[in-house]
């Protein structure tokens, strides 16, 4: 065999190495890819306690509660589902109620969302593009068709 042949031969094992690890990888991970799930979502999967998820829905009008030492408790809605959502921090400056949302956490044992991450809206024109595709699916978006950004 020549230096080329076996040159050639070793890349070629290479890359079939890579192409199987990548595709183990993706085989692990696939129902872990989603940008984050949506009320629905998660009551239609059996996602156990602790599992780490993002929740994207709308904050429910009226389910906003500041406590002490920063802790907040609200409600994520979409068209058929609410889930409760707790949070100890500082919200961002445009959260409020009726928005679109994307809070990162875990659920705990009692169907509660435990958030250690909260994401809002940066302008008055804009909602996550996921979150504004599953309200439309739902028949829910109320927002001008031009409104998401990518």
Known sequence: MTRKQRRLTLIGAAGLVLALAAGLVLFALNDQIVFFYSPTDVAGKDLTAGTRIRLGGLVEEGSLEKGDGGAVSFAIIDAQNRLAVRYVGILPDLFREGQGVIAEGTLDGEG???????????????????????????????????????
Request: without cysteine; aromatic residues 8%.
């Open 112 to 150: 509660n969302f435990k958030a250690d991450n909260v994401l809002a809206k940066h302008d008055e024109t804009y909602m996550p593009r996921e979150v504004a595709d599953v309200l439309k699916e739902q028949g829910v978006w109320q927002g001008e068709e031009g409104s998401t950004t990518q």
